[in-house]
């Protein structure tokens, strides 16, 4: 207001006021564009999602959730299933998808380079095996532990989940405690380089309802188990905060971290390429 009384004082004020006025001006044009730049630059959901949009339109079907919200239906079965070739727990066959039973015959091996050894005891489930093992449980415990999942809402018959193990749990009832053993404790470390996630964590039974299953992987992709890994994020809340960014309400909080430095592999039309 102090400019404005000056402009009134007399010529010579106004004469100064006209080169102050416009310098002002100037500044004033320089300081609001300067403050839009940081605008846009922080706010707004302007960050990008931490998954390109390729990967999130999931052609592929990595990404597919399935929970009891989230049911597949009598029909839902993989078009590439093959006999997985890593080592089971049994000699009965094992399916999973193709890519995925790549994956997990490199996790194996790579798990072999470091002295473990792994067993899958269960990948793909069909509806109809599903709905038979839940009817059993509900038969013999005459109540739904959740331990089993019901037909249709197991991670099982995407052809993507497996139960991986070590030698001491064969035959044996599956706890948590194995993911305090050595091979628990490497999966978790490592399986995200090869494209899986723990499907159920331990700290996040409230998020999936599902009970801690450290034995529990599900293939979800590299660049998406990097980032679930790393973001400490579920499948589930990976479609919440895709469902926040296609609603603008995305706040940006990730940022990459201590999972940057994986070294993944690439499953390329079934080759696999280590190191990229
Ligand atoms: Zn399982």
Redesign the pocket.
């Known amino acids: 207001m102090a400019g404005m009384v000056s402009l009134f004082r007399g010529q010579r004020d106004v004469a100064r006021a006209r080169l102050v006025l416009p310098a002002l001006l100037i500044a004033v044009l320089i300081i609001a564009v300067m403050a839009g730049c940081a605008a846009a630059e922080d706010g707004g959901g302007a960050d990008p999602f931490p998954l390109s949009d390729e990967i999130m339109a999931d052609a592929d079907g990595y990404l597919i959730l399935v929970n009891t919200e989230n049911l597949l239906t009598s029909t839902d079965k993989p078009a590439d299933l093959v006999n997985v070739s890593a080592r089971k727990t049994s000699s009965t066959a094992i399916q999973m998808r193709e890519p995925v039973s790549l994956a997990l015959s490199a996790l194996f091996d790579a798990a072999k380079e470091d002295g473990l050894t792994l067993y899958i005891h269960?990948g793909y489930r069909s509806y109809q095996t599903q709905r038979d093992m839940f009817a059993l449980r509900m038969e013999r415990l005459g109540y739904d532990d959740k331990m089993v999942q019901r037909a249709g809402a197991?991670?099982?018959q995407t052809g993507m989940?497996?139960?991986v193990i070590n030698k001491a749990l064969i035959g044996q009832r599956f706890g948590e405690s194995f993911g305090g053993t050595k091979e628990g404790l490497w999966l978790a470390e490592r399986c995200a380089e090869f494209g899986f996630v723990i499907?159920y964590p331990k700290d996040k039974v409230g998020v999936t309802g599902i009970e801690y299953?450290p034995?529990?992987l599900r293939y979800v992709g590299l660049e998406a188990a990097r980032y679930m890994t790393d973001a400490g994020v579920t499948l589930e809340e990976l479609w919440e905060q895709w469902e926040a960014y296609q609603a603008g309400e995305w706040v940006g909080a990730y940022s990459p971290g201590a999972a940057g430095s994986i070294e993944p592999f690439i499953v390329d039309d079934g080759e696999l390429i280590i190191g990229e």
């Open positions: 269960s197991s991670d099982h989940g497996a139960d499907r299953e034995w529990h």
